[in-house]
């Protein structure tokens, strides 16, 4: 079993940059693939991005695409998701989210929140003038 922890958020003009981190407890974090997930007031969760353990493959959403970028340090047991170009409509609260399962899996699997076992309690992310 692994426990998430987020961190990072804020708020941030438009244009801006944020880091968000995710730490992880347990000693089998590079078992797990890690996706980032966003949900804004009143929406759905939705898909950020995700890299996978197996191939290390990374995918994104096609509202993050070329703006944000997902990375992970296995020795510190951390995922990261650099933000940048940051705008209004990214405004919600992100979640980082482990898959334990063993078999490699495609986008569309990843994209779902139901394909995650484990959830942090997620960070706020304000984009605001």
């Known amino acids: 079993q692994v426990q998430l922890v987020e961190s990072g958020g804020g708020l941030v003009q438009p244009g801006g940059s944020l880091r968000l981190s995710c730490a992880a407890s347990?000693?089998?974090?590079?078992?797990?693939?890690m996706g980032w997930f966003r949900q804004a007031p009143g929406k759905e969760r939705e898909f950020a991005a995700v890299i996978c353990r197996h191939t290390g493959s990374i995918y994104y959403a096609e509202s993050v695409k070329g703006r944000f970028t997902i990375s992970r340090d296995n020795a510190k047991n951390t995922v990261y998701l650099q933000m940048n170009s940051l705008k209004p409509e990214d405004t919600a609260v992100y979640y980082c989210?482990?898959?334990?399962?063993?078999?490699?899996?495609?986008?569309?699997?990843?994209?779902?929140?139901?394909?995650?076992?484990?959830w942090g309690q997620g960070t706020q992310v304000t984009v605001s003038s």
């Open positions: 989210a482990g898959d334990s399962s063993p078999l490699i899996r495609d986008a569309n699997y990843y994209s779902s929140h139901t394909s995650y076992d484990y």
């Open positions: 347990g000693r089998t974090f590079n078992l797990y693939t």
